[in-house]
């Protein structure tokens, strides 16, 4: 009983996970913050501030909840690639969403991998395949549909 349980928990635990913005796992970034929460200033970087790649941590952790998913900018210095990068950054309005609080964010992080995500496609059907380090198998996580009609 004490199993079935435990395996109820951890499988609301995928559920609510699959409804954060796991697709920007290793694909965009986010600024680095400081131990303020503030970013952390960086001339090196396109946009003057430090930016790190998006983790599973970074997408479900209530402690970025709400901070811009920066999109990829293209390398060049000319006016053209100026031009497009400002008008990619002017229309982004990308959002990491996730809600686990610092402790159970670190913890599911540690146990589960993102092997394979399908974001939203246009009927809002969504899944993600999980991999459970600690019992050595996959999870499916199949979300709820959001209609966009």
Do not use: W
């Not at 229309?91 to 993102?114: C, H, M, P, T």
């Not at 809002?124 to 380090?133: I, P, R, V």
């Amino acid at each position: 009983m004490k199993e079935t349980i435990n395996n109820l928990k951890d499988y609301a635990e995928l559920a609510q996970a699959s409804y954060f913005h796991l697709e920007f796992i290793d694909n965009r970034n986010i600024f680095e913050l400081d131990s303020n929460n503030e970013k952390i200033s960086d001339i090196f970087y396109p946009r003057k501030y430090k930016e790190t790649k998006i983790t599973l941590l970074h997408s479900i952790s209530q402690k970025y909840y709400n901070q811009e998913v920066l999109v990829n900018l293209q390398q060049g210095d000319d006016i053209f690639t100026k031009m497009k990068n400002e008008a990619k950054d002017s229309f982004n309005f990308d959002k990491l969403n996730g809600e686990f609080s610092e402790i159970q964010a670190k913890n599911f992080a540690k146990r589960y991998e993102v092997i394979f995500h399908q974001p939203n496609t246009l009927t809002g059907f969504s899944a993600t395949l999980f991999s459970d380090k600690m019992k050595n198998r996959f999870i499916v996580g199949f979300r709820g549909t959001e209609c966009r009609f």
